[in-house]
């Protein structure tokens, strides 16, 4: 940690974080909950270019960040052609900024990441054990110096058959269960998809995304980590680095 201070009487500790592949900061707001100090690296959606990004070294205490799954998962969000593989450059981006700990979520089919010098623990997540309401799952890779435990808390009574998620098929899921891909009515189908969407992201009724088109509002919410699973994560990152998860 480090301490910023404006005088005297006024002292904080800042746990700064370096977020890479963002998107729209849904695992940023669960870390941002938890009091840490969270930057926002590049993302394509906003027309950043992760492989020209080079952080300063020494300067963050951790790095968070999912790269995109669709070379692994099951299901594709968003995009076409053919999918590549940016581990590496989160790898990368890790020997580069030489943090005290990171973490990355992806599906359970993605390549572990393996940053020399970092003791790596694996946990696999589904959304409705940490509070939330869907079958959603991930995995979570924790690197760090030292044996540090990490260690997520999942709620003791959740329920047995957790309701899929719309997003999961880039909006092609209709209320009635069936898939839907185009045709009449799109429009107001996409539309009830980003709506469902967020609630089952654990997002607020009033979020919104202007700039975007209702299917782009989609498969954004759909590539991000749902709340409930971040927050829980987050706690266990915030246990883990104070000692406190051992």
Known sequence: HRVWARGPEDKQTVTLVLSLFPGIGL????????????????????????????????????????????????????????PVNLVPEFVRIIEECRPAWWLMENVPGAPEPVPPGFLVQRRELVDVWCGGETKRRRVFWFGSIGQTGFHPRLVPLHSPQPKPTVIAGGSSLQKDGSKYRGGKNYGAKTTWAFERGKLDQGLPEAFDLPPFTVLAKVAAIGNGVPLAMGRAVAKAVKRAINGKDR
């Open 27 to 82: 695992l940023d707001m669960a870390f941002e909950e938890e009091g840490f100090c969270v930057v926002r690296g590049p993302d394509l959606l906003w027309g950043g270019d992760i492989g020209r990004f080079h952080p300063p070294a020494g300067k963050f205490d951790g790095v968070i960040g999912g790269p995109p799954c669709q070379a692994w998962a099951r299901t594709r969000n968003y995009g076409s052609g053919h």
